[in-house]
DNA sequence: CTCATAATTTAGATAAGTCTAAATTTTTTA
DNA sequence: TAAAAAATTTAGACTTATCTAAATTATGAG
């Protein structure tokens, strides 16, 4: 149907659509690690094939029907992913770079046995919420930490930063999804936020960190 | 590592090479759907980076370094069939082609722990043997029926023809892998077969499905 | 042994996806 | 609002994997 590289173009395009309306160029060539000008080419091809809205300079969206292969791709990643950690016991750090090749695994009965057989999650082990076989899904209303006030509380349901080293320091410190917390402090020197995790443990956080894991209240 | 089509070429030269030794161009060609002269293109890359053994006009063989290429792929190739078969509830007619795009996926500890979800298999669904971790099989010694005589019988354990209008020809027969079966008559006319079935039932085959089922004694 | 045929390789072309360097357009800044 | 800077596109080249058509080598029938 669509190459390899479509594929992951039409899926970079959605994740950045998030943020801003439309994306530029330079923005998808970051996102892939590769070269304005071959993003440019790859453009044309997808405009050509009524996946993307194109004008020159002018950055592109997704068309409907591009969307909609975004989100299947979207879908297998995820499914993949939870695969990983839920039935080959992989850490949730482990798991991107093998669900990045299984997604482009074409066939769509797969896809759909696969999702049954793990008894349709709603999530993937980032908290990212899964299309359904329709390409539906509820994006999840999150707050970063870093939008909280002392006293409020909720519980861990995603993180902005998929890097392992971040999830590796998240699950060394417990913050995993799932877990509870309350915000105890936050010093105003450096924004920095003082939590406590389940009446478990007090942990400090970074500023950085607080931006980057998502609460649902 | 090495490329999609390299590790096709790689099997494909793999699976040619156990009817015979040396494998011609046009043998390659053939089971890969493509032109001797891609083929030929393809073993001098093949051959610079040490993975067959390759001089012009003469057919090729694998390296062992290309052999662990292509048992790794072929282990790989099982394993996903049989995960389809087994978890996800495909019939053995279904899976070749999605194992088919799956054994490409690159991760040797996902593998290693799908055999392990699995309680490592010995056969895929089609009785073909799976290698270890290590490459290691036991090539199973399986006869076709129509090398048998009356009254010999034996267990099911192969295909050698895995075309989906065979396999669902035999499903509807009920000569699927492990049943137990015995030879009760030979038509010379015509070298049909007639054959008992467990006890459920007779059935008579014709010299070809005869010819592709493998039992063993 | 010789020549026709079959098998294989070479030559030259194409398509996908990428790159560097140069040109163009847009945006920012002064 | 004009020049500088940044963003984007174009031009031309390269790699991988294909193909067709032509040339070469091997094989086997007589
Ligand atoms: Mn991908
Ligand atoms: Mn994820
Ligand atoms: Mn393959
Ligand atoms: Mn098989």
Redesign the pocket.
């Given at each position: 149907m669509n190459?390899?590289?479509?594929e992951?173009?039409l899926k970079s395009i959605y994740h950045l659509s998030m943020d801003a309306g439309n994306v530029?160029?330079?923005?998808i060539?970051a996102s892939?690690?590769?070269?304005?000008?071959?993003?440019?080419?790859?453009?044309?091809?997808l405009a050509d094939k009524a996946l993307i809205n194109?004008?020159?300079?002018?950055?592109v969206s997704l068309t409907p029907s591009g969307e909609k292969i975004a989100i299947n791709i979207i879908r297998k990643h995820r499914l993949w992913e939870y695969f990983l950690v839920e039935k080959l016991n992989f850490k949730w750090d482990q798991v991107h770079d093998m669900a990045e090749e299984m997604e482009h695994i074409s066939s769509a009965e797969l896809i759909d046995r696969l999702d049954k057989f793990m008894d349709y999650p709603q999530h993937d082990p980032h908290g990212e919420p899964i299309p359904d076989c329709n390409g539906r899904f509820k994006a999840h209303e999150l707050k970063p930490i870093s939008a909280l006030s002392v006293n409020d509380s909720g519980i861990i349901s995603g993180v902005r930063d998929h890097t392992s080293s971040f999830l590796q320091y998240l699950e060394k410190q417990q913050l995993v999804i799932g877990k509870k917390i309350a915000i105890t402090e936050i010093i105003s020197f450096d924004h920095s936020v003082v939590l406590q995790v389940e009446n478990i443990k007090e942990v400090h956080i970074s500023r950085e960190v607080a931006n980057n894991l998502l609460i649902a209240l």
């Open positions: 190459t390899l590289a479509e992951n173009y530029s160029t330079n923005q060539a892939l690690k590769t070269k304005a000008s071959s993003v440019t080419d790859m453009l044309k091809k194109y004008t020159r300079y002018q950055g």
